[in-house]
């Protein structure tokens, strides 16, 4: 029982929460309904979902802080919401996603960080259309991945990119998988309410199965420890649940503990060397630690963490922890904005020493397993490592990418099984007698850190010390063999996995031991120093990258060069300016510069020799670096080891220089002279300049200073300088300013309930005339509410404002699912709806709206045998309706009859139509289909394409519209990537697009409008907030970026309004109506000019008429041919700009001019008293003269009342 009153070392590990300002801030995190934890780290990174969507991550380094810009790269993954991620274990920059697209991506992030953004991944894997639930590496085999999608678990060998294990024996949705630490079995909740323990490799793979959580909601697992798993879940009272189980009798539970009612989904994070488990709530704001025992009570609860609300956690890896703080974990919480590193620190009275109890040994970063070695039956564990700072074990490890990776893997040796594998201790191990045994360093080459003071002492010594003999290469053979002996000893230990390294406290100075200065005790743990005469010694790092956190540092940095191939020098640690003029060979450098960086440059050549990237070269800092903050950016730039070296010459040497100058020489040419000696060394790099501005960087300031603050506020971007728009375009666009203003609050409709967002894709979901909306709302079969318009939406809406209190509108009836509809551009009560059954279905609205919900028609017809895409009216022809459906054929209707019957039918497609546009005059029709071919068709000549080309690449969707009176196509769509792209063919010419346009990733497909009279053309998404405007033009560069408007809100759809309802008089050339989560709202695209009263007719050209029909469709359909029918936006009274001149002014009578005076006489000195009698006239002509005294306008008395 003496168990019981033993106490944990972890029982009082405390949650620490930095400051805000060693947080990452300023990032955009949705809400994800997926089984993945939406954040996951190695040892040099952390990657989270990015945006509400979710399709793309931010990928920043592990000890990253600071606010985040919204243009920062991303890595572009997935085309849908990524639904997990997670590292490699054994390569920090490898990383694997899951997402919604059924697609599952390797990606290879570089060492220094991503650099701009990233959409290339190593490899990709399908799933055969099924969504990707979670995915993972295995912890003991290189290169094994599983991959759990649906009902079905897969292995997948990514040295082949193949398929090497698929089990099916699951019953329901796979919710969550866990491999044990040896990596021998597997265990997987499911949504069935089971829990499953499953060996790939055996016969029979899944070995047993017992039922779980009873609750409906996700469940968790999660491997504890050799043969116990821990679950996470609801019970049957949807109170929150955790279940411990040993797997040997898997239908009986250990341990079952009901925690709350709250419905946030727990995710276990547990790690397996303190038993330390944390619990995160999706949507909790704390997290709970508990620590696991393998006794009664078995989870015994610790400190909570109380915050923001949790969006995701993760655990960073044991090599990534701040040892010398006493941190035993760190959990990363993703909130909505933010990542919030929180630090469990077990206190001690002290953290100047490494506390081994704290750190047992834990599992590395070095494999001898490969995935065919694993899938061929064989086991070895991973080898543990120490945590202590003197192993050198906490450095990152990056293998180059995946091509790299699987050579490394390929060419890995089979274990051997009666080889020992030892923990990587501090201590010297025993060598292997097989190789040759290492010479013993000598006492020279055994420095690490050594006291300052005994090496000035040794420096103002004898110059044949060991230092000089190590800074001459070449002079010593000995050296030279002592290289090569230790550069074997570090390829022999990191292939036996032990390493041998120095103690700090064994340096040597000129063959002397010599012990590190220990700093004075503190008197507090508060107080940064007890004492000020003494240096105190320098804490070992334990991670390779310089910490840029939130915890201070006990002492100085350790001395180390900036990178392996540089020279370390003392001048760079306190900045000692070079003297201009003066090589730097022979600048005052002290001689111990090379020995006492011997050990350290050591070691960063091993890293870079066992590196797979050691021969790419480093490119240099730049001014604007992703991943850091602006304050650890000057962190940098003012720490002594930057290697940073100012190249600001001092009085003494301007003068010497002027001095020496040849004296022939004017004052110009010794000028300029000097300017060219002090201009600044990053002249010289063969990099090309950078359009931002130039700035010292020894004068570089924080973003945090007050002068900078409203720069801040105004832009979240670099300041980087543009040219004109005239010397880029050319021709400046007059709708470049354009401005997008969202209507009065009073002409929105606002509170539409139950909008449906089950729409096809090929449908734009939201269509409206000038009078009313038709929206989709969600119920039984298919129906469509009518919205009326209020007034002041349009010129042409009447219906009064809408209570805010809630709207049901009335709604159309349907029987089957809604694919899409339209209303008839010449009559706004008329309304074609098309279903999946294959029917169309004509409503006539009566006047003054909808005032209740009907399920009849006014007649109904037969279009297709299956489900209609599309439905489209002609554009000038009255009665004419265009249909594609799933039978690969387009249908032109003639309206007119009392049957509607299919006039014309084309063809020619080979898979789904994904979108059809009518030219203006309506004499061509364009459609984009999923074979990846644009065609255009000319329906009264032939059923077939006239011509045919290459379109998008992807297979998501498209759209497309006439552009430039019918001379070029604009083809919205996706690339091989899910980039969404423009296109701009010329019709005349579809072989190839004459410019194409990336915008980003995102699922959301690109619904294209165009105002044709002034070319510009808007593209938006459905859940997108930002319509994007561009300039479509017949010369380069085809395509110019005008401003885009962004809403607060998303939109599930926007409808353009034809031009004879836009507000001319307001330099209004555009109005839509967007749909919202539940409102309506018009928005109005205006121009800004200054004389606004005048008609703006540079604008506004004659428009064609769409909203009358041309002719008839028996015309139409007869081949008869009518000239294009235009119209003036110009409303009675309002005078033309271009008629507006300004009156020719009459040239006015000029006053009597001043004699100028005398340039010669004013600039002759005045005698003193021609300047006062000059004064005194001035000041006369300026004070006004009067006569009059005050006295003389006051009224008198008697001459009787003297005498009283």
């Known amino acids: 029982m003496a168990w019981r009153f033993k106490a944990s070392k972890y029982k009082n590990a405390a949650p620490i929460v930095p400051k805000p300002e060693a947080c990452i801030r300023d990032i955009c995190v949705g809400s994800y309904q997926t089984f993945g934890n939406n954040i996951c780290a190695s040892a040099s990174f952390m990657a989270f979902n990015w945006e509400h969507v979710g399709s793309s991550m931010a990928v920043l380094p592990l000890d990253d802080c600071g606010r985040k810009s919204k243009t920062m790269p991303l ?18 920059g490898l990383l694997l996603t899951g997402s919604q697209d059924s697609l599952v991506k390797v990606w290879h992030i570089p060492p220094e960080g991503l650099k701009e953004s990233l959409s290339n991944p190593e490899c990709t894997l399908s799933q055969k259309q099924r969504r990707v639930e979670n995915v993972g590496f295995h912890p003991v085999a ?453 020995a006492a960086s011997t050990p350290v440059g050591k070691d960063e050549e091993k890293d870079k020799s066992l590196s797979p990237t050691s021969d790419v070269e480093i490119a240099p800092k730049e001014e604007y670096t992703n991943g850091k903050s602006d304050t650890s950016l000057e962190e940098e730039v003012n720490s002594s080891d930057s290697g940073y070296i100012p190249k600001t010459p001092s009085t003494a040497d301007r003068r010497k220089l002027f001095e020496t100058t040849d004296g022939n020489q004017s004052i110009a040419d010794r000028r300029r002279a000097y300017e060219s000696r002090s201009v600044s060394v990053a002249v010289e790099s063969d990099t090309p300049p950078s359009p931002a501005p130039l700035r010292r960087r020894d004068s570089l300031k924080s973003r945090k200073s007050p002068d900078r603050e409203e720069k801040d506020k105004r832009a979240s971007v670099p300041n980087v300088t543009t040219k004109r728009t005239s010397t880029v375009f050319g021709k400046v666009s007059k709708f470049r300013h354009l401005k997008g203003t969202p209507g009065h609050k009073s002409t929105h409709v606002e509170n539409i309930k139950n909008i449906s967002r089950q729409i096809s894709g090929e449908c734009n979901g939201f269509y409206a005339n000038g009078v009313r909306c038709a929206v989709p709302v969600s119920g039984g079969g298919g129906r469509v509410a009518i919205v009326e318009l209020p007034v002041g939406a349009t010129p042409v809406s009447t219906a009064p404002p809408t209570h805010p209190s809630g709207l049901h509108p009335p709604a159309l009836l349907h029987p089957a699912v809604l694919q899409d509809w339209a209303w008839d551009p010449f009559r706004d009560e008329r309304l074609l709806v098309a279903c999946d059954d294959g029917m169309i279905r004509e409503w006539i609205i009566p006047e003054g709206g909808l005032q209740e919900s009907s399920n009849t028609p006014n007649r109904t017809f037969s279009a297709h045998p299956d489900k209609i895409y599309i439905v489209r009216f002609h554009p000038t022809a009255s009665d004419l309706l265009t249909t594609a459906a799933h039978d690969l054929t387009i249908k032109i209707w003639d309206l007119s009859l009392d049957v509607p019957e299919a006039a014309i039918t084309l063809t020619g497609h080979t898979e789904q139509i994904f979108a059809l546009d009518w030219s203006p005059c309506g004499e061509y029709l364009a459609t984009v289909c999923k074979d990846g071919l644009v065609r255009i068709f000319k329906p009264r000549s032939s059923t077939e394409a006239i011509r045919s080309g290459p379109g998008p690449a992807g297979s998501r969707g498209a759209r497309i519209v006439w552009a430039l009176n019918e001379t070029h196509l604009v083809v919205t769509g996706f690339d091989k990537v899910s980039e969404r792209q423009i296109y701009l063919y010329k019709a005349s010419d579809l072989s ?38 561009y300039e479509v033009t017949s010369e380069a560069p085809y395509l110019c970026a005008l401003s885009h408007h962004r ?71 007869h081949n008869d041919h009518v000239t294009p029918r235009t119209a003036s936006l110009r409303p009675p009274g309002m005078q033309l700009l271009s008629a507006h001149s300004v009156p020719a002014a009459k040239e006015p009578v000029k006053p009597p001019q001043k004699p100028k005076p005398d340039l010669i006489k004013s600039h002759v000195p005045l005698d003193p008293k021609e300047k006062q009698d000059s004064i005194m006239k001035s000041m006369s002509a300026k004070v006004a003269m009067d006569l009059k005294l005050e006295q003389d306008s006051m009224e008198g008395v008697d001459q009787a009342e003297w005498d009283q």
Not at 75 to 92: K, N, Q
């Open 75 to 92: 890595l572009h993954a997935h085309s849908d919401t990524i639904t997990d991620m997670e590292f490699s274990p054994f390569h920090d």
């Open 142 to 594: 290189d290169g094994l991945i599983h991959v759990a999608s649906g009902h079905e678990l897969a292995l997948w060998d990514l040295t082949k990119q193949k398929e090497a294990f698929v089990n099916r024996d699951h019953g329901d949705v796979i919710q969550s998988t866990s491999w044990k630490k040896d990596g021998r079995l597997m265990a997987t909740s499911c949504k069935d309410r089971k829990v499953r323990i499953v060996d790939p490799r055996a016969g029979s793979a899944v070995l047993d199965a017992a039922s779980s959580h009873h609750g409906i909601k996700d469940s968790r697992v999660v491997w504890l420890d050799q043969d116990r798993i821990l679950t996470t879940g609801f019970d049957a009272a949807r109170l929150r649940q955790i279940m411990i189980r040993d797997v040997r009798n898997l239908s009986q539970t250990q341990k079952t503990l009901e925690l709350d009612c709250s419905t946030g989904i727990l995710m276990p994070l547990f790690d397996p060397d303190t038993n330390m488990l944390f619990l995160a709530g999706k949507g909790d704001t704390t997290i709970l630690y508990m620590e696991v025992t393998d006794r009664e009570p078995f989870l015994i609860e610790g400190l909570r963490h109380s915050g923001e609300q949790t969006k995701g956690a993760c655990l960073v890896p044991k090599r990534a922890l701040r040892v010398m703080d006493g941190e035993v974990n760190r959990v990363l919480q993703l909130t909505g904005s933010s990542v919030v590193p929180i630090m469990y620190q077990v206190p001690r009275k002290s953290y100047r020493e490494y506390h081994a109890d704290l750190y047992p040994d834990t599992a590395g970063s070095v494999t001898y397993l490969s995935a065919p070695m694993w899938l061929d039956n064989q086991d070895h564990p991973v080898p543990n490592i120490s945590l202590h700072p003197d192993a050198n074990n906490c450095t990152q490890i990056h293998r180059g990418n995946l091509e790299e990776l699987v050579k490394s893997i390929l060419a890995m040796p089979p274990p051997k099984k009666a080889e020992a594998k030892k923990a990587i201790t501090p201590v010297i191990t025993q060598e292997d007698p097989k190789p040759k045994p290492a010479p013993e360093p000598k006492d020279e080459d055994r420095i690490d850190f050594v006291n300052v003071k005994d090496l000035i002492k040794g420096m103002e010594g004898k110059k044949e010390n060991g230092f000089h003999k190590k800074l001459d290469n070449g002079a010593n053979g000995h050296d030279d063999e002592d290289t090569e002996d230790k550069e074997k000893i570090l390829e022999k230990t990191e292939s036996t996995d032990s390493e041998t390294c120095l103690s700090r406290s064994n340096s040597y100075v000129n063959g002397t031991p010599v012990q590190a200065p220990k700093p004075l005790p503190r008197s507090s743990i508060s107080e940064p120093s007890a004492g000020d005469d003494e240096a105190p010694k320098p804490k070992p790092r334990t991670t390779a990258v310089p910490i840029s956190g939130y915890k201070p540092r006990l002492g100085p940095k350790p001395f180390s060069a900036s990178s392996g191939s540089e020279e370390f020098s003392f001048d760079k640690v306190f900045s000692v300016p070079v003297v201009p003029g003066v090589p730097k060979s022979d600048s005052a450098t002290s001689p111990l510069t090379q």
């Open 992 to 1029: 190839a697009p004459v410019c194409t346009v990336g915008l980003d990733v995102s699922p959301a497909i690109l619904q294209t409008h165009i105002d044709h009279d002034s070319g510009t053309i808007f593209l938006t998404g459905r859940g997108d907030s930002t319509i994007y405007c």
């Open 1047 to 1117: 809403s607060p809100t998303l939109h599930q759809g926007i409808s353009f309004l034809n031009k004879k309802l836009v507000a001319v008089e307001k330099v209004e050339f555009a109005r839509a109506l967007r749909l919202t989560n539940g409102n309506i709202e018009p928005l109005s695209f205006t121009v800004p000019r200054i004389k606004s009263e005048l008609f703006q007719d540079d604008l506004f050209p004659p428009t064609l008429v769409t909203w009358e029909p041309w002719q008839c469709s028996r015309a139409w359909l």
